[in-house]
Structure formats: C-alpha cells, structure tokens
C-alpha cells in the first residue's frame, strides 16, 4: 500500500507556470505506475498524465501535450506535474494516483485503474 501527498497548487494568471509534486510513502514507490487526474466543480475526473514506473514512458491528454510534462524521481518517491502556459481552463482539484506495476511496464490513463489516490491540491488560473 502507498500514501500520497500532493502540493504545489495555487493561483496563478493565465500563462504562467507551476509544479505539482506527489510524495510517496514507504520504499516500494518504483513498484507504481503513477498518474495525475484532475476535477473541476460540476465536472468528472479526467486524465492529465500517466507515466511508468520506470519513468521511461509517458502519455499526457490532447488538452494538456505540449505544456504539461509528468515526470518522476523513485530516489525521493516523488512523481512531478510541470505545468507551463496554464490556462483558465486548467483550474480544477489535481489528484495523483498509483497502482502496482504489470510485468509489461506500461501506463494506464484511466480512473478506474488506479487504486490509490492522494487528497489533491487546488490549481486556479485567472484570466
């Protein structure tokens, strides 16, 4: 089992820039594929980013590629959300996920497969 602690939201204006980061508890955090999902009032969760455990492939939603990357560090359990060029409609709750690795490695882009999620931290943007 593994806990998650998100941080790094806030306020920002429209083009400016922030990191999100997603601690992770105890010493198997490689064994996690992760990924980070987002929910705005009156809206689903939705996919962002998703990487492996490895760190060696990722995928980012169309809404997101080119100004968000997902990344990670297994030596500080740590898996990273950069956020440039943030738009108004980027606000919303960011939540990161986990869920034990398969033999392939792969990734996984949807909420219903990840079975640990964090408290998640607010991003607002203003226009």
């Known amino acids: 089992q593994v806990q998650l602690v998100e941080s790094g939201g806030g306020l920002v204006q429209a083009g400016g820039s922030l990191r999100l980061s997603c601690a992770g508890s105890?010493?198997?955090?490689?064994?996690?594929?992760m990924g980070w999902f987002r929910q705005a009032p009156g809206k689903e969760r939705e996919f962002v980013a998703a990487?492996?455990?490895?760190?060696?492939?990722?995928d980012h939603a169309d809404s997101v590629k080119g100004r968000f990357t997902i990344s990670r560090d297994n030596a500080k359990n740590t898996v990273y959300l950069q956020m440039n060029s943030l738009k108004p409609e980027d606000t919303a709750v960011y939540y990161c996920?986990?869920?034990?690795?398969?033999?392939?490695?792969?990734?996984?882009?949807?909420?219903?497969?990840?079975?640990?999620w964090g408290q998640g931290t607010q991003v607002t943007v203003s226009s």
């Open positions: 996920a986990a869920r034990l690795r398969s033999p392939g490695g792969t990734y996984y882009l949807a909420v219903s497969e990840y079975d640990f």
């Open positions: 105890g010493r198997t955090f490689s064994s996690y594929a």
């Open positions: 990487i492996n455990w490895r760190g060696s492939s990722t």
